[in-house]
């Protein structure tokens, strides 16, 4: 539509804030890149000048859970990697959103074992499952496509602060 | 003389009694020792001044179910001077099984051991360290034996509760 034209036409543009707040969300996902195995290689090429997830708004990859949005969980997670794969997701700012990435983190994949959790959403909320052993580079950014359609529609009201009771159980 | 003849014919004069079987599958030379024997016997290959196994590449066990002797012990060693990998293995009786640890010998086969312990459930007996290293503490398993279903023990395995 051409936001430039709009505002050297009248200089002021009317929607609601639900709508503002949500369009800045969405073309700003930063990612907490939970690369554990190898899934992360192809997280790692979707990065790249080839695919380029900067045009999505995502190119800021953080090593810190505070100023994530979105985690991506890319690799086998085990039962003792569980654990700490919770608390990041802890320490992230609400609101958040999580991709599974590749069919170890679906359903535990190849891995029907003992030691790997045969899929992570017995302990986390997972917002885009994406198959592919692992998932090429376009599969992601599709369902990073998926969950900036998902934060679109959501308004502030979605997102009330959490009761203490709550905050207390995820600190465990 | 080609080191394994070398190996063969050292090991024969000063370990000929405790020697069970010996066995050379594919140029793969292995010597089973009597369990009680294998810290003096690696102390040997180590110390020799013509074999000098310097290192312990690996240490692993067998889990044979329905034998007697229901665990080996398999352990690799490696002399640079012969550039020779050399493999021995050791026979265990006792229930639970028991071996004494190689480690003072070799400093490597001690996490290696911890390994062993941890999958298999095989106690080394004065190891510095016998703690578990894959698998978390409280785990009760030893999850590489024959009787541990390969989807583990649910329940066995804590998870953190659901975030909502
Ligand atoms: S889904 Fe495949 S590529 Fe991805 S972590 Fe599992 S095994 Fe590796």
């Keep these: 539509m051409g936001l430039e034209a709009k505002l050297t036409q009248d200089g002021f543009i009317t929607t609601t804030i639900d709508a503002v707040v949500a369009w800045a969300r969405k073309s700003s996902v930063w990612p907490m890149p939970m690369g554990i195995s190898c899934c992360a290689i192809e997280m790692i090429a979707a990065a790249d000048p080839k695919y380029d997830i900067a045009r999505f708004g995502s190119e800021v990859m953080r090593f810190t859970p505070r100023q994530c949005d979105l985690m991506i969980v890319a690799g086998t997670v085990t039962y003792k990697m569980a654990q700490v794969v919770r608390r990041i997701y802890d320490q992230m700012p609400d609101p958040k959103w999580v991709i599974a990435m590749g069919a170890c983190t679906s359903t535990g994949g190849m891995y029907r074992s003992y030691s790997v959790v045969q899929g992570i959403d017995q302990f986390l909320p997972v917002d885009v499952y994406t198959a592919g052993c692992p998932p090429r580079p376009e599969n992601l950014l599709n369902a990073l496509m998926t969950i900036q359609e998902k934060i679109g529609k959501t308004r502030s009201r979605d997102f009330q602060n959490r009761s203490l009771k709550e905050l207390e159980l995820s600190q465990n | ?164």
């Design chain 2, 1 to 164: 003389m080609n080191p394994k003849e070398l190996i063969t014919e050292k090991v024969k004069e000063k370990f000929s009694p405790f020697i069970e079987e010996t066995s050379d599958f594919r140029d793969d030379l292995c010597f089973t020792v009597k369990s009680e024997q294998i810290v003096p016997f690696a102390k040997f290959l180590k110390e020799d001044a013509d074999l000098q196994f310097l290192m312990c590449k690996d240490v692993t066990a067998v889990d044979w179910a329905t034998r007697k002797k229901r665990f080996t012990v398999v352990y690799h060693a490696h002399s640079f001077k012969l550039n020779f990998t050399l493999r021995i293995k050791a026979n265990l009786e006792s229930d639970p099984p028991s071996i004494e640890t190689v480690s003072s010998v070799w400093r490597s086969a001690e996490w290696y051991e911890r390994e062993t312990w941890d999958m298999y459930g095989i106690k080394f007996l004065n190891h510095p360290d016998l703690r578990r290293i894959y698998m978390p503490e409280g785990f009760e398993y030893h999850p590489l034996r024959k009787e541990f279903p390969v989807l583990g023990i649910p329940g066995s395995l804590p998870l953190p509760h659901k975030a909502e």
